[in-house]
């Protein structure tokens, strides 16, 4: 006779109370920091056996989601947002009930010979825009180096600064709006200059994000290399058939 501890059947169960897990603490109604109800909570609410809410336990940490203690219990480890960033980080991060400011830290006109030849394009000449998001202990979220055409009313952007202090609004004023691009992700120890800059130790290890972007006619809108904290930030990808 087969119970309702069998391998498979606990298998199943474990997954499903994960999954309700990590739907909440995703969406934000288990914030940063909070600690998860005890075992004999959770297997009365899920009406499950502790081994299974064990097992639940351990498959979020192994996402990265919540980290156990050795007699103080799991406790919420993330604080993310998946990396779309069409709508830009403080948007996506206040989404998520985190508040920033963001600091801008160099605006410049610089010559690339290397990115144009990258990009394909004729003209080597950039303005440079850097912005850091800070959170309101200090730490800074993620930081961001914009390279975009220093043409027209962007090439003015060293002196004048950026329309309402967002980049996005700056483009669009010009007639710049990305329509599609391509966009890649790893891990890195960040430079001296980086770590200066984001006001972590040399070394440190954050998520790098590579994203070219081009409006509908294909012309080249921006250049982007940013530095994202993985306390804040998850690289989600979806596959298969979810219907």
Not at 64 to 73: D, H, Q, S, Y
Not at 95 to 104: D, F, M, P, S
Not at 218 to 242: K, M, Q, S, Y
């Amino acid at each position: 006779m087969t119970t309702l501890d069998s391998s498979s059947s606990v298998r199943l169960k474990h997954e499903t109370v994960a999954a309700v897990l990590a739907r909440e603490i995703r969406s934000g109604a288990l914030r940063r920091g909070t600690r998860l109800p005890g075992e004999i909570a959770l297997a009365k609410r899920f009406k499950v056996s502790r081994t299974t809410v064990r097992a639940a336990l351990a498959r979020l940490g192994e996402e990265g989601l919540i980290a156990t203690r050795n007699g103080k219990g799991s406790f919420v480890c993330f604080e993310g947002q998946p990396l779309e960033a069409r709508l830009g980080w403080a948007w996506a991060l206040a989404a998520k009930g985190v508040a920033t400011e963001v600091r801008i830290d160099r605006l410049a006109r610089v010559h690339n010979a290397r990115l144009a030849r990258t990009l394909g394009l004729a003209s080597g000449e950039f303005v440079v825009v850097e912005r850091s998001w800070v959170l309101p202990s200090g730490v800074v979220a993620c930081h961001e180096a914009s390279h975009i055409p220093a043409a027209g009313r962007l090439r003015s952007i060293p002196e004048q600064g950026l329309s309402g202090g967002s980049l996005a609004v700056t483009l669009r004023e010009a007639g710049l709006i990305f329509s599609h691009g391509r966009q890649r992700i790893r891990g890195r120890a960040i430079d001296a200059r980086e770590a200066a800059l984001v006001g972590a130790p040399q070394g440190t290890w954050m998520l790098e994000l590579i994203r070219t972007s081009y409006d509908a006619s294909g012309a080249f809108v921006e250049h982007v290399v940013g530095l994202l904290d993985p306390a804040h930030f998850e690289v989600g990808i979806r596959f298969g058939d979810e219907s």
